[in-house]
T-cell receptor
């Protein structure tokens, strides 16, 4: 089973709201990722967690705050977003952690976020 | 110059034809290569991954890597309308950070 689940599927929020995106995997993967994808563009890496520790932060604005409470769960907390943050937010997981191979990542279906 | 180049298409083929997709790259340190399929408004689905040069086959899909030419390919045999999607190549030299191609939109017409 290579399933990564994400909730909610769709989210509309105002610029003053606080909301959270949730991602879960039960494959025993030890690395989890957040990506942002705009229409007709490839995914852009935001954050990577390895063994529940933040391993990579791609200089993402502080209005995005990741959290990894345990090895199966990844959250993305959103606050004071801008309309240009509207995108598909994808979560992914991989069976290996920093420094080991193979490297393949399995993606969830995404949360479509609209900021008004 | 982008690290990974991929023609965005669209690539239109009749049902039953072979779909040929490719990516070129500039970073000779890339050693792990993947192909993803993404349907509209869905997350990418991993199709194939290969390590270093060579061929790999899985059902109707064949992935090829030519590191000397910095060129990777994906072939889809006996294409079906359900293969209509965007195909993304991705590659990495180390754990964590992938470089994605722009994605090629494929349309298989009945």
């Amino acid at each position: 089973d290579t399933e990564v689940t994400q909730t909610p599927k769709h989210l509309v929020m105002g610029m003053t709201n606080k909301k959270s995106l949730k991602c879960e995997q039960h494959m025993g993967h030890r690395a989890m990722y957040w990506y942002k994808q705009k229409a007709k563009k490839p995914p852009e890496l935001m954050f990577v967690y390895s063994y529940e520790k933040l391993s990579i932060n791609e200089s993402v604005p502080s209005r995005f705050s990741p959290e990894c409470p345990n090895s199966s769960l990844l959250n993305l907390h959103l606050h004071a977003l801008q309309p240009e943050d509207s995108a598909l937010y994808l979560c992914a997981s991989s069976p290996t952690h920093a420094g080991t191979s193979p490297y393949e990542q399995y993606f969830g279906p995404g949360t479509r976020l609209t900021v008004t | 110059q982008k690290e990974v180049e991929q023609d965005p298409g669209p690539l239109s083929v009749p049902e039953g034809a072979i779909v040929s997709l490719n990516c070129t790259y500039s970073n000779s340190a890339f050693q792990y290569f993947m192909w993803y399929r993404q349907y509209s408004r869905k997350g990418p689905e991993l199709l194939m991954y290969t390590y270093s040069s060579g061929n790999k086959e899985d059902g109707r899909f064949t992935a090829q890597v030519d590191k000397s030419s910095k060129y990777i390919s994906l072939f889809i045999r006996d294409s079906q309308p359900s293969d209509s999607a965007t195909y993304l190549c991705a590659m990495t030299e180390s754990w964590g950070k992938f470089q994605f191609g722009a994605g090629t939109q494929v349309v298989v017409t009945p």
